[in-house]
């Protein structure tokens, strides 16, 4: 899933495909404003955003799509 991290003053997204369930983004998100928000990308690499820094997150697709002329 391709999730889009905005960061408060600052002009660049954070954006980064991880296997993890819409859920588990969700969840590490959802306590923001007390503490950190942490994620573990597809090639290993982690994400750290500290509380406060936060602007948005924005969730991709759950399901990829579609390449091909097939229905």
Do not use: N, W
């Amino acid at each position: 899933m391709q999730v889009t991290i905005g960061i408060k003053h600052s002009g660049r997204e954070l954006s980064l495909e991880t296997s993890a369930s819409h859920d588990e983004v969700l969840a590490a998100v959802k306590d923001a404003d007390t503490r950190a928000v942490t994620l573990r990308d597809d090639k290993g690499r982690r994400v750290f955003v500290p509380a406060g820094s936060l602007a948005y997150v924005e969730l991709g697709e759950t399901e990829p799509r579609r390449v091909g002329f097939g229905v």
